[in-house]
């Protein structure tokens, strides 16, 4: 029979895992643009860098939820306890997740038309950080619910 405390490390597994692998999708969708972007307008990197490295921050929600729900980690850990952890990691991963790809390739079209010589980067900022809103709101979801938990 399974004990709580492999649901509860479960759920934040989830967080960290998928928070992290939407972050690596994210990057990748933009660093490849960028890339292209690169060969067509070259002064234009540090726009590039900027717009790339945007949906790294996802992968760190789920860093953050670990240290919000590391103290109710213990063998004496409730079944009540292990289930909140397990439902708020899985849901800050699965937003983290998604957000960060859509992110990426919001970022992605904004590198493209900066580097066709549109000036597009602060709209394509502006536009990037709305898919960042909700792994935000996720993630404060969890620490509020953390807050409301007592260790075992």
């Known amino acids: ?12 597994a989830l967080a960290v895992g998928l928070s992290g692998i939407g972050s690596a999708f994210g990057v990748t969708i933009s660093g490849n643009a960028a890339v292209g972007a690169l060969k067509k307008n070259p002064a234009a990197s540090g726009q590039y860098i900027g717009l790339s ?6 992968g760190l929600y ?3 939820g670990y240290f919000m729900l590391s103290a109710y980690l213990v063998p004496s850990i409730t079944w009540y306890v ?4 397990f439902g708020t990691g899985l849901a800050l991963g699965l937003v983290a997740l ?25 709209t394509t900022m502006i536009l990037a950080v709305y898919a960042e809103l909700y792994p935000i709101l996720a993630l404060l979801i969890l620490i509020l619910v ?7």
Do not use: D, K, W
């Not at 957000?99 to 079209?109: F, Y």
């Open 1 to 12: 029979m399974m004990e709580p405390i492999v649901l509860a490390y479960l759920g934040i």
């Open 53 to 58: 490295a945007l949906p790294a921050t996802q």
């Open 62 to 64: 789920g860093f953050v």
């Open 82 to 85: 292990a289930a909140v952890c």
């Open 98 to 122: 998604f957000s960060a790809i859509r992110q990426g390739q919001v970022c992605a079209n904004g590198i493209v038309a900066i580097g066709g010589g549109h000036n597009v980067f602060g």
């Open 146 to 152: 953390s807050i409301g938990l007592s260790p075992a």
